[in-house]
Structure formats: C-alpha cells, structure tokens
Nanobody, 112 residues
Framework: QVQLVESGGGLVQPGGSLRLSCAGS????????MGWYRQAPGKERELVAG???????RYAEFVQGRFIISRDNAKNTVYLNMNNLQPEDTAIYYC??????WGQGTQVTVSS
C-alpha cells in the first residue's frame, strides 16, 4: 500500500524559509516521479514542483527560483526547500506520486 507522509509545514514570516519533506513507503521509491502541489482556500490544487526518477526537475512559474525540489532515494524522501516565502504561498502543500497517490497535506502559512 502506497503511503506518503508530509512534514515540515508551519507558520513563517514573509521572506522566511521552510523545508517540506515527504516520506514514501509501500513501493520502490526511486522508480517514480514525485511532485509537490498546493491548494489555497477557494482555489484549485496546482503544481508547485516535480522531479522525475532520474532527477529532472520542473517548476511552476510562480516559484521564480525561490523553491528547490530534491529527492533522496536512499531515504525514500522528496524535499521542497522554500525560500523568500510570501503570503500568497499560504496553502496546504501535498506530496504526489504518479498514479494518483497523495499525501495528507501539510499547512504552510506565511504571515507577519
């Protein structure tokens, strides 16, 4: 059974940083594309960043160089390092694995 467990969310001031982690289990982690999505209140879920099994990355336009996605296949974990966070980054952030598998989400709130 595929499980994705996120951690690392929280409250941060504008300009601050957070690192999200997503631990995958129940499958061969290194074989799969992993992604981070987010959903703000009243908005649709949107892609933030993705990384393929061989490490090719892609980012949403709004990231603008502020976030970095990475993976550690030895630890079955994908990360999202987020810098220069702004209030508009406030959302629930979800980990995604190909085949429509989602984590439970972790709240990120950017506020002074």
């Amino acid at each position: 059974q595929v499980q994705l467990v996120e951690s690392g969310g929280g409250l941060v001031q504008p300009g601050g940083s957070l690192r999200l982690s997503c631990a995958g289990s129940g499958y061969i982690f290194s074989d799969y594309y992993m992604g981070w999505y987010r959903q703000a209140p009243g908005k649709e879920r949107e892609l933030v960043a993705g990384i393929t099994s061989v490490g090719i990355r892609r980012y949403a336009e709004f990231v603008q160089g502020r976030f970095i996605i990475s993976r550690d296949n030895a630890k079955n974990t994908v990360y999202l390092n987020m810098n220069n966070l702004q209030p508009e980054d406030t959302a629930i952030y979800y980990c995604y694995r190909g085949g429509n598998h989602w984590g439970q989400g972790t709240q990120v709130t950017v506020s002074s």
